[in-house]
């Protein structure tokens, strides 16, 4: 059965950084494009990043441009996001997804979702 595990999450001071991992199981991770999402309670679940199975393009909201990037290591079945700057507003719960689309924000494409961490930026 499939599955994805995120860690990496905690608190952190305001314009610090974390790194995120999500750890997938190698019938999920072959050939899907990957992608990271975020939910703040009373909020939507909102995109951040994504990236290609062959990590050769990747996309981010516009939030997070310039100081979140995405990266995968095909070969430890794990995608990453290293999260730099991070602001009172980053606070949220961490998703993982994985779809056969590449490069997709709508979560509704997404077939397979982590538990999710959570991240947490005081000020």
């Known amino acids: 059965q499939v599955q994805l595990v995120e860690s990496g999450g905690g608190l952190v001071q305001a314009g610090g950084s974390l790194r995120l991992s999500c750890a997938a199981s190698?019938?999920?991770?072959?050939?899907?494009?990957m992608g990271w999402f975020r939910q703040a309670p009373g909020k939507e679940r909102e995109f951040v990043a994504a990236?290609?199975?062959?990590?050769?393009?990747?996309y981010y909201a516009d939030s997070v441009k310039g100081r979140f990037t995405i990266s995968r290591d095909n070969a430890k079945n794990t995608v990453y996001l290293q999260m730099n700057s991070l602001k009172p507003e980053d606070t949220a719960r961490y998703y993982c997804?994985?779809?056969?689309?590449?490069?997709?924000?709508?979560?509704?494409?997404?077939?397979?979702w982590g538990q999710g961490t959570q991240v947490t930026i005081s000020s």
């Open positions: 997804a994985s779809t056969p689309i590449a490069l997709d924000a709508d979560p509704r494409k997404y077939d397979y």
């Open positions: 190698r019938r999920t991770f072959s050939r899907y494009a």
């Open positions: 990236v290609s199975w062959s990590a050769g393009f990747t």
